[in-house]
């Protein structure tokens, strides 16, 4: 079973900007999308962005413009580039591997919090 650690999350100030990594315990070139998701207090979780094997690349319409997904050379790392943080980004965020329709994987999560 494929393993996925998150890391990047922390503190940071309004305008900040973080980059979380996603590690993949073996390669994803054979998963259809990565995502990374986040989830807020009292919230729903939600699509961030996410990346098709082909390229394609999805986001959320609160993080366009802010936010890039991006894939490592290895292709056993996704990366999500935040920039231009606001406090209602704040959240656990999670990466996702999805091998098919009805199968994924998930990360633990790893906290973001935007301090205003």
């Known amino acids: 079973q494929v393993q996925l650690v998150e890391s990047g999350g922390g503190l940071v100030q309004t305008g900040g900007s973080l980059r979380l990594s996603c590690a993949a315990s073996?390669?994803?070139?054979?998963?259809?999308?990565m995502g990374w998701y986040r989830q807020g207090p009292g919230e729903q979780r939600e699509l961030v962005a996410s990346l098709t094997n082909g390229g394609m690349t999805t986001y959320a319409e609160s993080v366009k413009g802010r936010f890039t997904i991006s894939r490592g050379n290895a292709k056993n790392a996704v990366f999500l580039q935040m920039n231009s943080l606001k406090p209602e980004d704040t959240a656990v965020y999670y990466c996702?591997?999805?091998?098919?329709?009805?199968?994924?994987?998930w990360g633990r999560g790893t906290q973001v919090t935007v301090s205003s």
């Open positions: 996702r591997a999805t091998w098919a329709p009805q199968s994924h994987s």
């Open positions: 073996t390669t994803t070139l054979s998963a259809n999308a």
